[in-house]
């Protein structure tokens, strides 16, 4: 069919007679970008008509082509689509260069876009071309990752992962200076992203730089890898629960004595409260506050009750007995001196005897109960006490 239509032309040019052909020509069928900047799809077509052309911009995805840009009629109409306020015209159409531009191309634009070209008078050969646009996307910067216990003689793996770009990215291990060091297969898996260092040394401790990268762009990120001796390891965790155990000993203790403090505090205080309930305040007899007279009275009956008890063989009151007035002096019996006999008793007073008191015998600065009891000294009676201590 080609050499038929090769051969119609050549006969049309040796008798002379014009024949217009249109051909629509691209620069490229791949066309990269890089997300964010401008794409450019290059396109042009030629034919000898004069006519204007009917121009037509498609993309074709997995729902199908759908129009997305057009020219009729000397009008340019931009279709309803995501490319609307970035795509246009590169140049005038009677120019018959055709191509478009993109501009800040994102991941979704890529595609196949499609653009034919149809004049009134003028025959066609080839009025479509195709061009393939890939947005490609730079990594996003990757996550480094230590798995594994770095202690001497273990073995750890360094991972790399990197959650965008497009194609998806390489990864490449290195050690950085002062002790450079780059790493291959098998150690290294470009691909996964994963270093494993097996028998580690304390020379291997440094920092580790993985590298992401794809045709859009590069993206790092490091770790360091610090190694431990077994010992080493061994002495900070005895250290550890060394200071734990400590800390809890100390805790004990101190729970104990403020435990022990608080139980003496409320013994105490308990202690006082059973005083203080039973505690009676003192009260005044109330024969101390009648007259001197009746005082007298009470003594004497005091006095003949005592010599009853000693009438009847009771036990005979020691010689610390006595009574304490509220002048500070004492009154008691008579000391005996030499074995003297004591004196007879005097009248009895209120029909009891009462006991006569030795003036010589009597203690110094004392006075008589009757002085006594005009000056208003309150008689106490002091307890007799027997021989072997107890009291009478």
């Given at each position: 069919m080609g050499a038929l239509r090769r051969a119609a032309l050549a006969l049309a040019a040796l008798l002379g007679v014009s024949l217009a052909v249109l051909e629509v020509h691209v620069g490229t069928s791949l066309v990269l970008s890089v997300e964010g900047q401008q794409a450019v799809l290059p396109a042009w077509y030629t034919s000898h008509s004069q006519n204007k052309p009917y121009v037509i911009w498609m993309l074709n995805k997995n729902t199908g082509p759908f129009q997305i840009l057009s020219y009729l009629d000397g009008v340019v109409k931009v279709e309803e689509?995501?490319?609307?306020?970035?795509?246009?015209?590169?140049?005038?159409?009677?120019?018959?260069?055709?191509?478009?531009?993109?501009?800040?191309?994102?991941?979704?634009?890529s595609g196949q876009y499609m653009c034919s070209v149809n004049v009134v008078d003028d025959t066609l050969d080839k009025n479509i071309g195709i061009i393939n646009l890939t947005v490609l996307v730079p990594p996003a910067a990757p996550t480094c990752q230590l798995h594994g216990s770095a202690v001497v003689g273990a073995n750890v793996t360094l991972s790399c992962s990197s959650k965008k770009g497009k194609p998806s990215p390489l990864y490449q291990w290195q050690r950085e200076p002062p002790t450079l060091q780059v790493f291959f297969p098998p150690a290294q898996d470009r691909a996964k992203g994963t270093l494993k260092l097996t028998n580690l040394?304390?020379?291997?401790?440094?920092?580790?730089?993985c590298r992401a990268e794809n045709q859009a762009g590069s993206k790092n990120c490091s770790i360091v890898l610090e190694v431990h001796s077994s010992s080493?390891?061994?002495?900070?965790?005895?250290?550890?629960?060394?200071?734990?155990?400590?800390l809890a000993t100390i805790i004990f203790f101190a729970q104990k004595v403020v435990g022990y403090r608080r139980k003496k505090r409320d013994n105490q205080e308990e202690g006082a409260n059973e005083i203080k309930e039973d505690?009676?305040?003192?009260?005044?007899?109330?024969?101390?506050?009648?007259?001197?007279?009746?005082?007298?009275?009470?003594?004497?009956?005091?006095?003949?009750?005592?010599?009853?008890?000693q009438a009847y063989g009771a036990r005979a009151p020691s010689d610390t007995a006595s009574i304490l007035t509220s002048t500070g002096s004492y009154r008691g019996p008579p000391p005996r001196a030499g074995g003297r006999p004591p004196s007879l008793s005097p009248p009895a007073v209120n029909g009891t005897s009462r006991r006569r008191q030795d003036p010589a015998a009597a203690p110094v600065g004392s006075l008589p109960p009757s002085s006594l009891a005009r000056a208003g000294a309150v008689p106490v009676m002091v307890p007799a006490q027997s021989r072997a201590g107890s009291l009478v």
């Amino acid at each position: 069919m080609g050499a038929l239509r090769r051969a119609a032309l050549a006969l049309a040019a040796l008798l002379g007679v014009s024949l217009a052909v249109l051909e629509v020509h691209v620069g490229t069928s791949l066309v990269l970008s890089v997300e964010g900047q401008q794409a450019v799809l290059p396109a042009w077509y030629t034919s000898h008509s004069q006519n204007k052309p009917y121009v037509i911009w498609m993309l074709n995805k997995n729902t199908g082509p759908f129009q997305i840009l057009s020219y009729l009629d000397g009008v340019v109409k931009v279709e309803e689509t995501d490319l609307k306020p970035r795509m246009g015209f590169l140049y005038p159409i009677h120019s018959h260069n055709i191509s478009v531009f993109i501009n800040a191309t994102r991941e979704q634009d890529s595609g196949q876009y499609m653009c034919s070209v149809n004049v009134v008078d003028d025959t066609l050969d080839k009025n479509i071309g195709i061009i393939n646009l890939t947005v490609l996307v730079p990594p996003a910067a990757p996550t480094c990752q230590l798995h594994g216990s770095a202690v001497v003689g273990a073995n750890v793996t360094l991972s790399c992962s990197s959650k965008k770009g497009k194609p998806s990215p390489l990864y490449q291990w290195q050690r950085e200076p002062p002790t450079l060091q780059v790493f291959f297969p098998p150690a290294q898996d470009r691909a996964k992203g994963t270093l494993k260092l097996t028998n580690l040394s304390l020379e291997m401790s440094g920092v580790y730089v993985c590298r992401a990268e794809n045709q859009a762009g590069s993206k790092n990120c490091s770790i360091v890898l610090e190694v431990h001796s077994s010992s080493t390891k061994a002495l900070i965790a005895g250290a550890v629960l060394g200071s734990l155990g400590a800390l809890a000993t100390i805790i004990f203790f101190a729970q104990k004595v403020v435990g022990y403090r608080r139980k003496k505090r409320d013994n105490q205080e308990e202690g006082a409260n059973e005083i203080k309930e039973d505690a009676v305040a003192p009260k005044t007899p109330s024969w101390a506050r009648r007259p001197a007279s009746d005082t007298m009275s009470k003594t004497s009956t005091l006095s003949s009750i005592a010599g009853t008890r000693q009438a009847y063989g009771a036990r005979a009151p020691s010689d610390t007995a006595s009574i304490l007035t509220s002048t500070g002096s004492y009154r008691g019996p008579p000391p005996r001196a030499g074995g003297r006999p004591p004196s007879l008793s005097p009248p009895a007073v209120n029909g009891t005897s009462r006991r006569r008191q030795d003036p010589a015998a009597a203690p110094v600065g004392s006075l008589p109960p009757s002085s006594l009891a005009r000056a208003g000294a309150v008689p106490v009676m002091v307890p007799a006490q027997s021989r072997a201590g107890s009291l009478v």
